[in-house]
Protein backbone atom coordinates (compact mmCIF):
# COMPACT_ATOMS: atom_id res chain seq x y z
CA UNK A 1 0.00 0.00 0.00
CA UNK A 2 2.95 2.67 0.59
CA UNK A 3 4.69 1.99 -2.17
CA UNK A 4 1.78 2.37 -4.24
CA UNK A 5 1.05 5.77 -2.82
CA UNK A 6 4.69 6.82 -3.36
CA UNK A 7 4.42 5.77 -6.82
CA UNK A 8 1.07 7.81 -7.43
CA UNK A 9 2.93 11.08 -5.51
CA UNK A 10 5.76 10.48 -8.11
CA UNK A 11 3.33 10.75 -10.67
CA UNK A 12 1.48 13.67 -9.30
CA UNK A 13 5.37 15.46 -8.87
CA UNK A 14 6.23 14.55 -12.67
CA UNK A 15 2.75 15.86 -14.21
CA UNK A 16 2.99 18.86 -11.86
CA UNK A 17 6.60 19.93 -12.65
CA UNK A 18 5.96 19.27 -16.11
CA UNK A 19 2.74 21.44 -16.82
CA UNK A 20 4.44 23.73 -14.70
CA UNK A 21 7.83 23.99 -17.37
CA UNK A 22 5.38 24.06 -20.15
CA UNK A 23 3.25 26.88 -18.76
CA UNK A 24 6.36 28.55 -18.13
CA UNK A 25 7.97 28.15 -21.55
CA UNK A 26 4.97 29.29 -22.90
CA UNK A 27 5.08 32.74 -21.72
CA UNK A 28 9.17 32.97 -22.46
CA UNK A 29 9.17 33.54 -25.80
CA UNK A 30 12.93 33.99 -26.55
CA UNK A 31 15.42 32.94 -29.53
CA UNK A 32 19.54 32.73 -29.74
CA UNK A 33 21.55 32.91 -32.75
CA UNK A 34 25.71 32.27 -32.72
CA UNK A 35 27.12 33.46 -35.44
CA UNK A 36 31.35 34.04 -36.48
CA UNK A 37 32.56 36.64 -38.82
CA UNK A 38 36.37 35.82 -40.46
CA UNK A 39 37.56 38.65 -42.55
CA UNK A 40 41.06 38.33 -43.84
CA UNK A 41 42.74 41.95 -43.71
CA UNK A 42 45.13 43.31 -46.51
CA UNK A 43 47.66 43.80 -43.84
CA UNK A 44 48.57 39.84 -43.77
CA UNK A 45 45.86 39.98 -40.17
CA UNK A 46 42.87 37.56 -40.17
CA UNK A 47 39.92 39.24 -38.18
CA UNK A 48 37.63 36.98 -36.45
CA UNK A 49 33.74 38.20 -34.72
CA UNK A 50 32.05 36.31 -32.69
CA UNK A 51 28.46 37.28 -32.79
CA UNK A 52 25.75 36.04 -29.82
CA UNK A 53 22.22 37.51 -30.29
CA UNK A 54 19.34 36.86 -28.03
CA UNK A 55 16.42 38.07 -28.24
CA UNK A 56 13.31 37.76 -25.64
CA UNK A 57 10.00 39.40 -25.39
CA UNK A 58 9.85 41.04 -22.36
CA UNK A 59 9.21 44.71 -21.64
CA UNK A 60 11.24 46.70 -19.55
CA UNK A 61 8.60 48.35 -18.25
CA UNK A 62 6.99 45.00 -16.84
CA UNK A 63 8.56 44.10 -13.84
CA UNK A 64 6.74 40.67 -14.24
CA UNK A 65 7.76 39.86 -17.64
CA UNK A 66 11.22 39.05 -15.84
CA UNK A 67 10.17 36.94 -13.81
CA UNK A 68 11.07 33.62 -15.81
CA UNK A 69 14.30 33.09 -17.36
CA UNK A 70 15.24 30.90 -20.25
CA UNK A 71 17.95 31.68 -22.61
CA UNK A 72 18.28 35.57 -21.40
CA UNK A 73 20.82 35.22 -18.02
CA UNK A 74 19.22 35.84 -14.97
CA UNK A 75 21.95 37.52 -12.65
CA UNK A 76 22.22 40.06 -15.66
CA UNK A 77 18.44 40.54 -15.68
CA UNK A 78 18.59 41.23 -12.03
CA UNK A 79 20.89 43.89 -12.81
CA UNK A 80 18.53 45.45 -15.14
CA UNK A 81 15.52 45.68 -13.17
CA UNK A 82 17.36 46.71 -9.90
CA UNK A 83 18.80 49.82 -11.60
CA UNK A 84 16.04 50.45 -14.14
CA UNK A 85 18.40 50.25 -17.24
CA UNK A 86 17.00 51.10 -20.78
CA UNK A 87 20.23 50.52 -22.49
CA UNK A 88 23.70 49.06 -21.44
CA UNK A 89 26.80 49.27 -23.04
CA UNK A 90 29.93 47.49 -21.78
CA UNK A 91 33.24 47.00 -23.61
CA UNK A 92 36.62 45.75 -22.55
CA UNK A 93 39.25 45.97 -24.87
CA UNK A 94 43.38 44.89 -24.75
CA UNK A 95 45.33 46.46 -28.05
CA UNK A 96 44.35 49.32 -30.60
CA UNK A 97 42.03 48.90 -33.45
CA UNK A 98 44.75 50.52 -36.66
CA UNK A 99 41.48 51.65 -38.75
CA UNK A 100 44.16 52.97 -41.36
CA UNK A 101 44.97 49.44 -41.67
CA UNK A 102 42.18 47.18 -40.86
CA UNK A 103 39.31 49.20 -41.72
CA UNK A 104 36.15 49.20 -39.34
CA UNK A 105 35.51 46.76 -36.93
CA UNK A 106 31.95 45.07 -36.36
CA UNK A 107 31.58 46.95 -33.09
CA UNK A 108 34.43 49.82 -32.09
CA UNK A 109 35.66 49.88 -28.82
CA UNK A 110 38.42 52.11 -27.22
CA UNK A 111 41.61 50.52 -25.31
CA UNK A 112 40.47 49.58 -22.17
CA UNK A 113 36.84 49.48 -20.75
CA UNK A 114 34.29 51.65 -21.53
CA UNK A 115 30.65 52.22 -19.89
CA UNK A 116 27.55 53.94 -20.72
CA UNK A 117 24.10 53.86 -19.61
CA UNK A 118 20.63 55.10 -20.74
CA UNK A 119 18.38 55.13 -17.39
CA UNK A 120 14.40 55.04 -17.59
CA UNK A 121 13.09 58.33 -17.22
CA UNK A 122 11.22 56.44 -13.70
CA UNK A 123 14.71 57.02 -12.00
CA UNK A 124 15.06 59.14 -8.93
CA UNK A 125 18.47 60.37 -8.17
CA UNK A 126 20.64 58.92 -11.38
CA UNK A 127 23.70 59.49 -9.46
CA UNK A 128 23.29 57.49 -6.60
CA UNK A 129 22.00 54.75 -8.83
CA UNK A 130 24.98 55.02 -11.34
CA UNK A 131 26.98 54.54 -8.33
CA UNK A 132 25.47 51.25 -7.28
CA UNK A 133 25.38 49.98 -10.99
CA UNK A 134 29.28 50.61 -11.87
CA UNK A 135 29.47 48.64 -8.72
CA UNK A 136 27.24 45.88 -9.58
CA UNK A 137 28.95 45.65 -13.03
CA UNK A 138 32.17 45.76 -11.80
CA UNK A 139 31.80 42.61 -9.86
CA UNK A 140 29.57 40.79 -12.12
CA UNK A 141 32.43 41.21 -15.11
CA UNK A 142 35.15 41.15 -12.77
CA UNK A 143 36.69 44.91 -13.87
CA UNK A 144 37.79 47.85 -12.00
CA UNK A 145 34.29 49.85 -12.87
CA UNK A 146 33.90 50.80 -9.50
CA UNK A 147 36.40 53.72 -9.90
CA UNK A 148 34.32 55.14 -12.08
CA UNK A 149 33.13 57.99 -9.79
CA UNK A 150 32.18 61.79 -10.53
CA UNK A 151 35.95 62.30 -11.35
CA UNK A 152 36.14 60.13 -14.39
CA UNK A 153 31.56 59.93 -15.28
CA UNK A 154 30.17 62.42 -18.04
CA UNK A 155 26.58 62.73 -19.63
CA UNK A 156 27.59 63.30 -23.21
CA UNK A 157 24.85 65.54 -24.91
CA UNK A 158 25.33 64.31 -28.85
CA UNK A 159 27.79 61.56 -29.40
CA UNK A 160 25.66 58.77 -27.93
CA UNK A 161 22.34 58.32 -28.61
CA UNK A 162 19.97 55.65 -27.75
CA UNK A 163 20.69 52.93 -29.95
CA UNK A 164 17.49 50.80 -29.14
CA UNK A 165 14.13 52.32 -29.10
CA UNK A 166 13.49 55.75 -27.90
CA UNK A 167 10.64 58.24 -28.02
CA UNK A 168 12.16 61.64 -29.03
CA UNK A 169 11.18 63.34 -26.11
CA UNK A 170 13.54 60.85 -24.04
CA UNK A 171 16.59 60.74 -26.26
CA UNK A 172 17.08 64.71 -26.67
CA UNK A 173 18.04 64.57 -23.01
CA UNK A 174 21.36 63.56 -21.54
CA UNK A 175 20.07 64.13 -18.53
CA UNK A 176 19.80 60.28 -18.35
CA UNK A 177 22.68 58.74 -20.26
CA UNK A 178 26.20 58.63 -18.06
CA UNK A 179 29.24 57.88 -19.50
CA UNK A 180 32.60 56.45 -18.29
CA UNK A 181 36.13 54.82 -19.42
CA UNK A 182 38.91 53.44 -17.75
CA UNK A 183 42.03 53.59 -20.61
CA UNK A 184 44.42 51.59 -18.22
CA UNK A 185 41.84 49.02 -17.77
CA UNK A 186 43.88 45.17 -18.27
CA UNK A 187 41.54 42.68 -19.95
CA UNK A 188 42.72 39.02 -19.23
CA UNK A 189 41.07 35.21 -18.15
CA UNK A 190 39.18 36.89 -15.32
CA UNK A 191 37.05 38.95 -17.39
CA UNK A 192 36.60 36.19 -20.16
CA UNK A 193 35.44 34.10 -17.43
CA UNK A 194 32.32 35.25 -16.48
CA UNK A 195 31.20 37.13 -19.80
CA UNK A 196 30.90 33.34 -21.30
CA UNK A 197 29.20 32.23 -18.76
CA UNK A 198 26.42 34.17 -19.67
CA UNK A 199 26.24 32.55 -22.93
CA UNK A 200 23.15 30.08 -23.36
CA UNK A 201 25.50 27.05 -23.78
CA UNK A 202 28.57 28.25 -21.90
CA UNK A 203 31.96 26.69 -23.24
CA UNK A 204 30.52 23.24 -23.48
CA UNK A 205 29.38 22.99 -27.06
CA UNK A 206 28.51 25.21 -30.03
CA UNK A 207 31.29 28.27 -30.34
CA UNK A 208 32.29 28.82 -27.18
CA UNK A 209 34.23 25.81 -26.96
CA UNK A 210 36.75 28.05 -29.58
CA UNK A 211 37.37 29.93 -26.47
CA UNK A 212 40.88 29.15 -25.61
CA UNK A 213 42.32 31.96 -23.13
CA UNK A 214 46.10 31.25 -24.16
CA UNK A 215 45.30 31.49 -27.95
CA UNK A 216 42.43 34.54 -27.50
CA UNK A 217 45.36 36.54 -25.27
CA UNK A 218 48.15 36.20 -28.15
CA UNK A 219 46.25 38.05 -30.28
CA UNK A 220 47.32 41.45 -31.78
CA UNK A 221 43.73 42.88 -30.68
CA UNK A 222 40.75 41.53 -28.52
CA UNK A 223 38.32 42.78 -27.37
CA UNK A 224 34.88 41.72 -25.36
CA UNK A 225 31.58 43.65 -26.22
CA UNK A 226 27.99 43.12 -24.19
CA UNK A 227 24.83 45.72 -25.15
CA UNK A 228 21.15 45.40 -23.87
CA UNK A 229 18.83 48.00 -25.64
CA UNK A 230 14.85 47.47 -26.35
CA UNK A 231 14.17 46.53 -29.89
CA UNK A 232 11.08 46.65 -32.05
CA UNK A 233 9.27 43.03 -31.75
CA UNK A 234 7.25 43.75 -35.51
CA UNK A 235 7.06 46.12 -38.24
CA UNK A 236 4.98 48.47 -36.62
CA UNK A 237 6.84 48.72 -32.97
CA UNK A 238 3.91 48.91 -31.31
CA UNK A 239 5.56 46.53 -28.94
CA UNK A 240 9.41 45.79 -28.04
CA UNK A 241 11.54 42.63 -26.93
CA UNK A 242 14.76 43.04 -25.26
CA UNK A 243 18.07 42.32 -27.21
CA UNK A 244 20.59 41.04 -25.17
CA UNK A 245 24.14 40.92 -27.54
CA UNK A 246 27.55 39.59 -26.76
CA UNK A 247 30.65 39.44 -29.18
CA UNK A 248 34.26 39.00 -29.13
CA UNK A 249 36.61 40.22 -31.71
CA UNK A 250 40.10 39.24 -32.45
CA UNK A 251 42.99 40.09 -34.59
CA UNK A 252 45.58 37.29 -35.47
CA UNK A 253 48.38 38.06 -37.62
CA UNK A 254 48.82 33.83 -39.07
CA UNK A 255 52.30 35.35 -40.94
CA UNK A 256 54.61 35.35 -37.49
CA UNK A 257 54.06 31.39 -37.35
CA UNK A 258 53.57 30.62 -41.12
CA UNK A 259 57.35 32.08 -42.53
CA UNK A 260 55.00 35.40 -44.11
CA UNK A 261 52.20 32.78 -45.65
CA UNK A 262 48.49 33.92 -44.25
CA UNK A 263 47.28 30.62 -44.29
CA UNK A 264 45.24 30.17 -40.97
CA UNK A 265 43.03 27.53 -39.98
CA UNK A 266 40.79 27.24 -36.51
CA UNK A 267 42.48 24.43 -35.05
CA UNK A 268 45.97 26.89 -35.83
CA UNK A 269 44.62 30.40 -34.38
CA UNK A 270 42.08 29.28 -31.49
CA UNK A 271 43.49 25.81 -30.64
CA UNK A 272 40.34 23.74 -31.44
CA UNK A 273 37.89 22.59 -33.92
CA UNK A 274 34.23 22.53 -34.18
CA UNK A 275 32.56 19.56 -33.19
CA UNK A 276 29.03 20.60 -32.57
CA UNK A 277 26.36 23.54 -32.86
CA UNK A 278 24.98 25.18 -29.52
CA UNK A 279 21.17 23.03 -29.71
CA UNK A 280 19.64 26.22 -28.11
CA UNK A 281 20.78 28.33 -31.32
CA UNK A 282 17.98 28.70 -33.68
CA UNK A 283 21.24 29.64 -36.37
CA UNK A 284 24.45 28.91 -36.09
CA UNK A 285 26.51 29.83 -38.78
CA UNK A 286 30.28 30.71 -39.97
CA UNK A 287 30.59 33.57 -42.43
CA UNK A 288 33.98 34.69 -44.40
CA UNK A 289 34.31 37.42 -46.47
CA UNK A 290 35.80 36.36 -49.87
CA UNK A 291 35.83 39.53 -51.44
CA UNK A 292 39.29 40.02 -51.87
CA UNK A 293 38.84 36.63 -54.19
CA UNK A 294 37.46 38.96 -56.92
CA UNK A 295 38.46 39.10 -59.37
CA UNK A 296 41.65 36.66 -59.10
CA UNK A 297 41.44 34.10 -56.39
CA UNK A 298 44.08 34.51 -53.68
CA UNK A 299 43.25 31.96 -51.21
CA UNK A 300 40.93 28.74 -50.93
CA UNK A 301 38.82 27.78 -48.56
CA UNK A 302 38.52 24.13 -46.63
CA UNK A 303 36.24 22.85 -46.61
CA UNK A 304 34.06 23.98 -49.31
CA UNK A 305 31.18 26.28 -48.11
CA UNK A 306 27.36 25.43 -48.29
CA UNK A 307 26.61 28.38 -49.95
CA UNK A 308 28.27 31.79 -51.46
CA UNK A 309 26.17 35.57 -51.12
CA UNK A 310 26.85 38.36 -53.20
CA UNK A 311 25.52 40.94 -50.98
CA UNK A 312 25.44 44.79 -52.08
CA UNK A 313 25.08 47.40 -49.57
CA UNK A 314 25.60 50.59 -50.07
CA UNK A 315 26.90 50.81 -53.40
CA UNK A 316 29.87 47.96 -52.16
CA UNK A 317 29.14 44.63 -53.60
CA UNK A 318 31.14 42.00 -51.58
CA UNK A 319 30.98 38.27 -51.35
CA UNK A 320 30.86 35.86 -48.38
CA UNK A 321 30.96 32.29 -47.91
CA UNK A 322 28.59 30.40 -45.79
CA UNK A 323 29.32 27.68 -43.50
CA UNK A 324 26.36 26.00 -41.73
CA UNK A 325 27.56 24.45 -38.63
CA UNK A 326 24.72 22.49 -38.14
CA UNK A 327 25.42 20.80 -41.64
CA UNK A 328 29.19 21.00 -41.17
CA UNK A 329 29.21 18.84 -37.72
CA UNK A 330 26.41 16.62 -38.56
CA UNK A 331 27.10 12.83 -38.35
CA UNK A 332 30.19 13.00 -36.07
CA UNK A 333 32.21 15.26 -38.59
CA UNK A 334 34.16 18.02 -37.35
CA UNK A 335 34.72 21.34 -39.05
CA UNK A 336 38.11 22.96 -39.52
CA UNK A 337 37.70 25.28 -41.23
CA UNK A 338 40.47 27.25 -42.97
CA UNK A 339 41.96 29.09 -45.87
CA UNK A 340 45.32 27.87 -47.92
CA UNK A 341 47.01 30.69 -49.83
CA UNK A 342 48.21 30.69 -53.26
CA UNK A 343 51.72 32.99 -52.70
CA UNK A 344 53.41 34.70 -49.31
CA UNK A 345 51.80 37.96 -48.05
CA UNK A 346 52.88 41.18 -49.98
CA UNK A 347 52.74 44.03 -48.21
CA UNK A 348 51.75 47.12 -50.37
CA UNK A 349 50.14 50.46 -50.15
CA UNK A 350 46.42 49.33 -48.21
CA UNK A 351 43.33 51.62 -49.39
CA UNK A 352 42.62 53.47 -46.10
CA UNK A 353 38.95 53.60 -45.17
CA UNK A 354 36.64 56.59 -45.78
CA UNK A 355 37.34 58.01 -42.63
CA UNK A 356 39.76 57.61 -39.96
CA UNK A 357 42.02 59.45 -36.83
CA UNK A 358 45.29 59.97 -35.25
CA UNK A 359 46.07 61.54 -31.72
CA UNK A 360 49.42 62.44 -29.90
CA UNK A 361 50.22 65.01 -27.34
CA UNK A 362 52.12 67.85 -27.92
CA UNK A 363 54.71 70.72 -26.22
CA UNK A 364 57.26 69.59 -23.97
CA UNK A 365 58.16 69.70 -20.38
CA UNK A 366 55.92 68.95 -17.00
CA UNK A 367 53.86 72.33 -16.95
CA UNK A 368 51.63 72.88 -19.94
CA UNK A 369 51.37 70.32 -23.30
CA UNK A 370 48.68 70.28 -25.40
CA UNK A 371 46.86 67.53 -27.62
CA UNK A 372 46.15 67.16 -31.39
CA UNK A 373 44.28 65.05 -33.15
CA UNK A 374 43.96 64.62 -36.64
CA UNK A 375 40.68 63.74 -38.94
CA UNK A 376 41.13 62.22 -42.59
CA UNK A 377 38.28 62.60 -45.19
CA UNK A 378 38.76 60.29 -47.98
CA UNK A 379 35.84 61.12 -49.59
CA UNK A 380 34.70 63.05 -51.91
CA UNK A 381 31.64 64.61 -50.21
CA UNK A 382 31.24 66.69 -46.99
CA UNK A 383 30.79 64.81 -43.73
CA UNK A 384 29.66 66.31 -40.69
CA UNK A 385 30.95 64.69 -37.43
CA UNK A 386 30.63 64.59 -33.71
CA UNK A 387 34.18 64.81 -31.96
CA UNK A 388 34.12 64.34 -27.79
CA UNK A 389 36.68 64.36 -25.60
CA UNK A 390 36.70 63.86 -21.78
CA UNK A 391 40.04 64.79 -19.87
CA UNK A 392 40.93 64.18 -16.23
CA UNK A 393 40.77 67.25 -13.66
CA UNK A 394 44.62 67.52 -13.61
CA UNK A 395 44.90 67.88 -17.00
CA UNK A 396 43.74 71.77 -17.15
CA UNK A 397 42.20 72.66 -20.89
CA UNK A 398 42.65 76.17 -21.77
CA UNK A 399 39.08 76.33 -23.83
CA UNK A 400 40.69 79.72 -25.80
CA UNK A 401 43.25 77.68 -27.16
CA UNK A 402 40.99 75.49 -28.88
CA UNK A 403 41.41 75.83 -33.24
CA UNK A 404 39.81 73.64 -35.87
CA UNK A 405 42.40 73.96 -38.88
CA UNK A 406 41.17 72.90 -42.56
CA UNK A 407 43.51 73.50 -45.32
CA UNK A 408 45.07 75.91 -43.53
CA UNK A 409 41.69 78.04 -42.79
CA UNK A 410 39.77 78.23 -39.63
CA UNK A 411 36.91 76.19 -38.79
CA UNK A 412 34.03 77.25 -36.98
CA UNK A 413 31.96 74.41 -35.39
CA UNK A 414 28.26 74.53 -35.75
CA UNK A 415 27.46 73.59 -31.75
CA UNK A 416 30.00 73.89 -28.81
CA UNK A 417 28.83 71.95 -25.47
CA UNK A 418 31.80 72.42 -22.89
CA UNK A 419 31.67 71.63 -19.37
CA UNK A 420 34.64 72.74 -17.30
CA UNK A 421 36.69 70.51 -14.83
CA UNK A 422 37.04 70.66 -11.06
CA UNK A 423 39.88 69.61 -9.08
CA UNK A 424 39.37 66.44 -7.80
CA UNK A 425 35.33 66.35 -8.29
CA UNK A 426 35.01 66.56 -11.88
CA UNK A 427 36.25 65.87 -15.24
CA UNK A 428 36.61 67.67 -18.88
CA UNK A 429 34.10 67.67 -20.79
CA UNK A 430 34.38 68.83 -24.68
CA UNK A 431 31.89 68.08 -27.78
CA UNK A 432 31.85 69.34 -30.91
CA UNK A 433 30.06 69.37 -34.74
CA UNK A 434 31.49 70.49 -37.41
CA UNK A 435 32.15 69.82 -41.11
CA UNK A 436 35.31 67.35 -42.58
CA UNK A 437 35.78 69.42 -46.64
CA UNK A 438 35.73 66.46 -49.13
CA UNK A 439 39.19 64.26 -49.52
CA UNK A 440 40.93 66.84 -46.64
CA UNK A 441 42.84 66.55 -43.71
CA UNK A 442 41.15 68.24 -40.40
CA UNK A 443 43.34 69.40 -37.39
CA UNK A 444 41.70 70.21 -33.86
CA UNK A 445 43.87 70.79 -31.36
CA UNK A 446 44.15 72.53 -27.96
CA UNK A 447 46.83 72.99 -25.05
CA UNK A 448 46.61 72.50 -20.96
CA UNK A 449 48.10 72.65 -17.94
CA UNK A 450 49.38 70.10 -16.16
CA UNK A 451 47.79 70.43 -12.19
CA UNK A 452 50.37 69.64 -8.95
CA UNK A 453 48.87 66.21 -7.33
CA UNK A 454 49.16 65.62 -3.62
CA UNK A 455 51.63 62.95 -3.29
CA UNK A 456 49.10 60.17 -1.85
CA UNK A 457 47.05 60.58 -4.74
CA UNK A 458 50.24 59.25 -7.22
CA UNK A 459 49.62 55.61 -8.06
CA UNK A 460 52.61 53.12 -7.20
CA UNK A 461 54.06 53.29 -10.96
CA UNK A 462 54.15 57.22 -10.38
CA UNK A 463 56.89 57.71 -13.52
CA UNK A 464 54.88 55.31 -15.97
CA UNK A 465 52.28 58.18 -16.55
CA UNK A 466 48.11 58.84 -16.79
CA UNK A 467 46.24 58.13 -19.18
CA UNK A 468 43.61 59.75 -21.28
CA UNK A 469 40.51 58.77 -22.81
CA UNK A 470 39.91 58.13 -26.14
CA UNK A 471 38.46 60.74 -28.80
CA UNK A 472 34.99 59.46 -30.01
CA UNK A 473 34.01 60.76 -33.39
CA UNK A 474 30.48 60.00 -34.77
CA UNK A 475 29.19 60.57 -38.28
CA UNK A 476 26.98 59.16 -41.26
CA UNK A 477 28.52 57.80 -43.93
CA UNK A 478 27.17 58.03 -47.21
CA UNK A 479 28.88 54.28 -48.61
CA UNK A 480 29.45 51.57 -46.99
CA UNK A 481 33.30 51.00 -47.90
CA UNK A 482 34.97 48.91 -45.16
CA UNK A 483 31.97 48.55 -43.42
CA UNK A 484 31.23 45.93 -41.43
CA UNK A 485 28.76 47.16 -38.55
CA UNK A 486 24.97 45.72 -38.11
CA UNK A 487 22.27 47.66 -39.37
CA UNK A 488 20.45 49.56 -36.59
CA UNK A 489 17.13 47.13 -36.58
CA UNK A 490 19.38 43.77 -35.37
CA UNK A 491 22.70 43.19 -34.29
CA UNK A 492 23.08 39.76 -36.35
CA UNK A 493 25.61 39.72 -38.74
CA UNK A 494 23.23 37.89 -41.38
CA UNK A 495 21.16 40.94 -40.92
CA UNK A 496 23.44 43.10 -42.50
CA UNK A 497 23.24 40.97 -45.95
CA UNK A 498 18.80 42.70 -46.48
CA UNK A 499 20.33 46.19 -45.46
CA UNK A 500 19.16 48.69 -47.87
CA UNK A 501 20.11 51.52 -46.22
CA UNK A 502 21.53 54.35 -48.13
CA UNK A 503 23.14 55.86 -44.99
CA UNK A 504 25.35 54.36 -42.26
CA UNK A 505 26.10 55.45 -38.72
CA UNK A 506 29.86 55.22 -37.81
CA UNK A 507 31.73 55.37 -34.48
CA UNK A 508 35.12 55.26 -34.13
CA UNK A 509 38.04 55.80 -31.14
CA UNK A 510 41.13 57.25 -31.56
CA UNK A 511 44.25 56.07 -28.99
CA UNK A 512 44.47 56.75 -25.74
CA UNK A 513 47.42 59.22 -24.66
CA UNK A 514 49.70 58.51 -22.29
CA UNK A 515 50.31 62.06 -20.09
CA UNK A 516 53.52 62.56 -17.82
CA UNK A 517 52.86 64.93 -14.40
CA UNK A 518 55.37 66.88 -12.26
CA UNK A 519 56.39 63.60 -10.08
CA UNK A 520 58.13 64.05 -6.38
CA UNK A 521 61.03 62.32 -5.66
CA UNK A 522 59.61 59.44 -4.03
CA UNK A 523 63.56 57.95 -2.95
CA UNK A 524 64.21 60.98 -1.28
CA UNK A 525 61.61 60.40 1.90
CA UNK A 526 63.43 56.67 2.04
CA UNK A 527 66.68 58.05 1.90
CA UNK A 528 65.82 60.66 5.26
CA UNK A 529 64.07 57.93 7.10
CA UNK A 530 66.80 55.60 6.91
CA UNK A 531 69.57 57.86 7.32
CA UNK A 532 67.70 59.50 10.35
CA UNK A 533 66.73 56.01 11.93
CA UNK A 534 70.66 55.17 11.41
CA UNK A 535 71.41 58.38 13.62
CA UNK A 536 68.51 57.78 16.43
CA UNK A 537 69.75 54.51 16.59
CA UNK A 538 73.25 55.53 17.51
CA UNK A 539 72.93 58.57 19.39
CA UNK A 540 69.87 57.30 21.26
CA UNK A 541 71.41 53.90 21.96
CA UNK A 542 74.44 54.77 23.11
CA UNK A 543 72.82 57.71 25.71
CA UNK A 544 70.41 55.08 26.89
CA UNK A 545 72.98 52.57 27.55
CA UNK A 546 74.63 54.41 30.15
CA UNK A 547 71.94 56.32 31.48
CA UNK A 548 70.39 52.75 32.21
CA UNK A 549 72.97 50.64 32.83
CA UNK A 550 73.52 49.52 36.72
CA UNK A 551 77.33 48.51 37.79
CA UNK A 552 77.51 46.58 40.48
CA UNK A 553 80.61 45.50 42.64
CA UNK A 554 81.46 41.86 42.75
CA UNK A 555 83.35 40.17 45.52
CA UNK A 556 85.92 37.94 44.55
CA UNK A 557 85.22 35.55 47.57
CA UNK A 558 81.92 35.09 47.47
CA UNK A 559 80.84 31.54 46.01
CA UNK A 560 80.30 31.32 42.29
CA UNK A 561 76.91 30.12 40.55
CA UNK A 562 76.07 26.81 38.81
CA UNK A 563 76.77 29.13 35.21
CA UNK A 564 80.30 30.49 36.27
CA UNK A 565 81.69 27.23 37.07
CA UNK A 566 80.82 26.03 33.97
CA UNK A 567 82.40 28.99 32.60
CA UNK A 568 85.56 28.49 34.66
CA UNK A 569 85.86 24.77 33.27
CA UNK A 570 86.01 25.53 30.16
CA UNK A 571 88.37 28.65 30.58
CA UNK A 572 90.89 26.31 32.34
CA UNK A 573 90.61 23.20 29.53
CA UNK A 574 91.43 26.06 27.35
CA UNK A 575 94.44 27.29 29.18
CA UNK A 576 95.61 23.72 29.62
CA UNK A 577 95.36 22.76 25.64
CA UNK A 578 97.65 26.18 25.74
CA UNK A 579 99.96 25.34 27.45
CA UNK A 580 100.75 21.76 26.32
CA UNK A 581 100.86 23.01 22.77
CA UNK A 582 103.42 25.78 24.05
CA UNK A 583 105.71 23.09 26.14
CA UNK A 584 105.66 21.11 22.92
CA UNK A 585 106.79 24.17 20.46
CA UNK A 586 109.75 24.47 23.35
CA UNK A 587 110.56 21.38 23.27
CA UNK A 588 111.04 21.19 19.36
CA UNK A 589 113.20 24.23 19.65
CA UNK A 590 115.72 22.70 22.21
CA UNK A 591 116.11 19.53 20.04
CA UNK A 592 116.65 21.22 16.72
CA UNK A 593 119.77 23.63 18.90
CA UNK A 594 121.18 20.97 20.17
CA UNK A 595 121.25 18.93 16.59
CA UNK A 596 123.39 21.89 15.31
Known sequence: MAATMNRILLVLFIYTTTTLNLKINAEVIDDFKEELFIKPLPSGHVYFHFQFTTTWEADFENPKSFEHYRLFPKSLGHVLTTYKVQELHLSQTQGLWRHDKWGYPVSSAPPGAELWV???PSIKSLDDTWSELVN???????????FLDSKSTAAPRWS???HGVASDGYSSFSKFIRYGALPREIVCTENLTPWKKLLPCNTKVGFGTL???IKLYDANYHSLGLDVRPVCRDSDCKRTSIELSQSLSVVFDPTVKNNDHQDWSLKKILGDVLSSRCPLASSSKIFVDTTSNIPKSIFTLSPDPDSVETVTRGGE???YAVYDVGLQTA??????LGAKYDNPVQYNDIIPPPIYAQRYITGYGLEQGGVTCVIYNNLDTNLTVIYMETLPWFTRLYFKSLTIVNQNKQVHPYKVHYIPGKDRSRSYHLELVFRLRANSVTKISYKFE???????????DANHGFYINSAVISTVLPTACN????????SCIESSFQDKSENFFLRIHTETLLVSLPTPDFSMPYNVICLACTVVAIAFGSIHNLTTRRFIKLDPSKKKGLLAKIKAIFIKEKNTKSDEVSEKETDKENETEKDE
Request: net charge positive.
Open 118 to 120: WFQ
Open 136 to 146: AVSGHFCTSLN
Open 160 to 162: FRP
Open 211 to 213: FKA
Open 317 to 319: KRQ
Open 331 to 336: EGRVLN
Open 450 to 460: RAFLKWTEYPP
Open 483 to 490: YTSTPQSS
